[in-house]
């Protein structure tokens, strides 16, 4: 979804990368087997670094969530999680033929972003309802959300059906233009300075998000496990980047680039996992195909595998391949064609995950677990605890995102995570 983090949002393209990233590291702890204790403390912290002579971009991600189970039926759980970021952007982007210096000197930048989340479980015998609700800030962004979800099981607990909405009411601060405002003329914010106060040249801008998901999870044999998820996602409002200029005409005019109001998405994804006996390993394969009404179609095919090498060590290795094409409206010059001057159609944008690209990522999760029992907890403590190591490499192709006729030098990315859970 929409990126969230402050002055970073020159850079939303690459947190969505290090956030897509981010989606499987859950795997080696949320893989655990779980136990029915009073609470559990997970305590994660990630790192994302995307090396760049002009313009890198590190990202540190704690978080901790505390989950209380005062009777076998409730769960209560809050947490709070950070980004932490630092970098610098060429956040201007022109076409080849402009007359002009259409990349300026890279700006740093640096932001915190807090979201705090609480929530609750219940839980009856083939059935649970859950619901959560999170608030997070920045200097240029506000983000409050609520999401429930609710499941059940039959067929001798083989056969899981899960349905979940999300409700996301977000603000984004931009340059204090009026909707009736020509977008040629419209600036973009070149700081976070005065955003959500009483500052004339600063406006806030409404978003709008919908997500609805539907989750089918079948066993068919002690040994082969499927899931199909189905997704779909509404936006409305400001889905720019308010940080972001666009060069739209050879003298080198330049305006806050302008993306489409709203945004319709849908995604099926499919994933199977075998354990093979022999091997004493599992296997899974997955594949997802997306869809949205900026004409994007993207695909994603992911491989892994996984095996106890030691009754406390499990590891996990993993790669994963995505292709998408690019967005209706997506130039990598919109100083030419029609009309002769002024920008290229209706709309434009210096985003690059909007652009035709593909990645690749490789990498691997080493999982380490004790379990402890009642009069011999581990460390005094626990009843189990975990610990996981894992790195991720990912590497972009991008067919045709230039800067002024540059290809950038940020288009590959490593992940570090650190997590740890105890169980008391």
Known sequence: MRSRI?????????????????????????????????????????????????????????SATLAVRPNDWLTVQGGYEADIVSGASESLKGGRLSNVDIVTSATHFSDTRHALTGGFTVTRASTHLSGSFTRGTEHDYRSNAFAVSAGTDFLQKNTQIELSYGRGFDQVCTT???????????????????????????????????????????????????????????????????????????????ALENHPENRAR?????????????????????????????????????VDAERYLLPWLRVLVRGRYYTQTKALFWSDDYTGGEPETGPRGQYWSGDRELSPLSSYLIGGRALVTREGRPGARVAGLFLSLSGSLGFDLLKTNLRDFTLGGRAPDDTVAMLWSLGFRGEF
């Open 6 to 62: 402050g002055s970073l949002v020159a850079r939303r393209p690459s947190r969505a990368r290090w956030r897509g990233a981010l989606g499987g590291l859950s795997l080696a702890l949320g893989a655990a087997s779980a136990h029915a204790q009073v609470a559990t403390l997970d305590v994660n912290s990630a790192l994302f670094i995307e090396p760049s002579k002009r313009s890198g971009l590190t990202v540190l991600n704690p």
């Open 176 to 254: 204090a233009y009026a909707a009736t405002d020509a977008p040629s003329g419209r600036l973009a914010l070149d700081n976070s300075q005065g955003c959500f106060t009483n500052d004339k040249k600063r406006a806030s801008r409404d978003i709008s998000l919908n997500n609805f998901q539907v989750g089918w999870t079948q066993t068919w044999t002690p040994v082969f496990a499927t899931q199909m998820v189905l997704s779909a996602a509404l936006q409305h409002g400001f889905l720019g980047n308010p940080y972001r200029s666009v060069v739209i005409a050879p003298a080198g005019d330049q």
């Open 266 to 302: 849908g995604a099926l994804g499919l994933r199977g996992k075998y354990y093979v006996r022999n091997l004493q390993t599992a296997f899974s394969a997955g594949a997802r195909l997306y869809r949205d009404t900026w004409d994007i179609f993207g695909q994603t095919y992911e």
